[in-house]
């Protein structure tokens, strides 16, 4: 069992999907409002002060990455687009590149 903060939002998301498909293929999921409800049979990510959450510079999905072992370069892309989306820190992308794709009417 797992458990994570109620509420679906790219990080999340991504780790439960990464958890069913590459770690646990039985994954089931409980969903929690407070950080003490999480069941003590489950195992924790994406919250605050969590083995399986942001450590350092790195979003939840990378860290599971990094503390399972999972090396397959796809998932590591993948990885990319989670961090930038989660933490919004401007890692892979210069603040210039944001600028004229925000701008483009097209792109909303």
């Known amino acids: 069992m797992w458990a994570?903060?109620?509420?679906?939002?790219?990080?999340?998301?991504?780790?439960?999907?990464?958890?069913?498909?590459?770690?646990?293929?039985?994954?089931?999921?409980?969903?929690?409002?407070?950080?003490?409800?999480v069941p003590a049979e489950a195992t924790p990510f994406d919250m605050r002060g969590v083995e399986l959450g942001h450590q350092g510079g790195d979003c939840s999905f990378e860290t599971i990455l990094r503390r399972h072992d999972l090396t397959d370069p796809v998932l590591w892309q993948l990885a990319a687009i989670v961090?930038?989306?989660?933490?919004?820190?401007?890692?892979?992308?210069?603040?210039?590149?944001?600028?004229?794709?925000?701008s483009c009417a097209g792109c909303r």
Do not use: K, N, Y
């Open 83 to 102: 961090h930038e989306a989660d933490l919004e820190d401007e890692r892979f992308d210069a603040p210039e590149a944001r600028a004229s794709t925000s």
């Open 4 to 37: 994570t903060r109620a509420g679906v939002h790219i990080d999340r998301a991504a780790c439960a999907w990464l958890i069913h498909r590459f770690i646990d293929p039985d994954a089931t999921f409980v969903f929690v409002d407070d950080p003490e409800a």
